[in-house]
């Protein structure tokens, strides 16, 4: 693997994400929230500011998590959500209706701006933003247009150390058969997550007032590198969006220039870790702005 990977579109707000269909969407409701994407939810609902008649705005809220947890500490708060994928909303949907007194209206995601009224919501809320700085900006002018004045902006993603253990593996695999173009890359994707200062220094600039970011380390086990390419969580969220960082179509194909580094991590994970867990390190943050104008 001696070629350059493609040049990465940062314009497009999709590209990064997996589109769920039905089967996946099922999923990752019953796996990857539980698993992965709850360690954010839980930090960013700790965080929530508690307000009276809410309106709380979700960008690419997938299958509707953590709404009915938000919904639990603002009663009688009505949610709009959006997405990308017509199974995820499908699956929003049916579990808003099985919450008593929730209301939800979710919607397809078509592009910026969404099609909403400015400073209507008391709250704007994203978990696991794709990780590309342009991405971040356009989600955060999108809850300054959105959000009321006093409303809260919550955004919970993992920050820069995050899944080192697998970059290792790669760059031990790049320097191994001298696949230069891959080091290069993933020593730029590695940095394109913020620091703890500049998550919250991107809402400053974005016009956010009492910013403040929380962040706690985890760690997700696997027993072997079959259990870690088959595991939704790195299948369905991980995987596509580190793939997408370092240039390359999220849906794999046959023939991908990435099969060689991605089988070397597979057997690297049965050789080093024969006698334990193989575990990725995820550093969860959030950050909260309020919008005071």
Not at 9 to 23: E, F, M, N, Q, W
Not at 66 to 72: F, I, S
Not at 169 to 174: C, H, I, Q
Not at 221 to 234: I, M, N, W
Request: net charge negative.
């Amino acid at each position: 693997m001696t070629t350059d990977p493609p040049e990465r579109d940062p314009a497009s707000s999709t590209r990064g994400r997996v589109k769920l269909g039905p089967a996946d969407a099922a999923i990752f409701e019953t796996f990857v929230v539980p698993r992965y994407l709850a360690l954010f939810g839980e930090l960013a609902i700790e965080m929530l500011v508690e307000s009276e008649d809410a309106q709380v705005f979700h960008m690419h809220c997938r299958t509707g998590y953590p709404d009915r947890g938000v919904a639990m500490r603002l009663p009688g708060a009505h949610f709009y959500g959006c997405d990308e994928s017509p199974s995820a909303l499908e699956l929003a949907r049916a579990k808003a209706t099985t919450m008593a007194g929730m209301i939800a209206d979710y919607r397809l995601f078509e592009g910026y701006p969404v099609p909403l009224p400015a400073t209507a919501f008391s709250h704007a809320i994203t978990i696991h933003p794709l990780a590309n700085v342009e991405e971040r900006a356009r989600t955060l002018n999108e809850f300054g247009r959105l959000l009321a004045p006093h409303g809260q902006a919550l955004v919970a993603m993992p920050l820069r150390g995050s899944f080192q253990e697998l970059a290792d593996l790669m760059r031990e695999y790049a320097l191994k058969f001298e696949a230069d173009a891959l080091v290069k890359a993933l020593d730029t994707a590695m940095l394109i997550r913020p620091t703890v200062e500049m998550f919250g220094a991107e809402l400053e600039e974005a016009g956010f007032q009492y910013v403040d970011v929380e962040v706690r380390t985890h760690t997700l086990k696997f027993r072997s590198g079959r259990d870690f390419f088959e595991d939704p969580v790195v299948r369905l969220l991980i995987l596509p969006e580190i793939r997408f960082n370092l240039g390359l179509p999220v849906e794999v194909d046959k023939g991908d220039p990435y099969d060689a580094p991605m089988a070397y991590i597979r057997e690297a994970i049965d050789k080093y870790w024969s006698d334990g867990a193989f575990e990725l390190t995820v550093n969860v943050g959030c950050a909260s702005g309020r919008r005071l104008e």
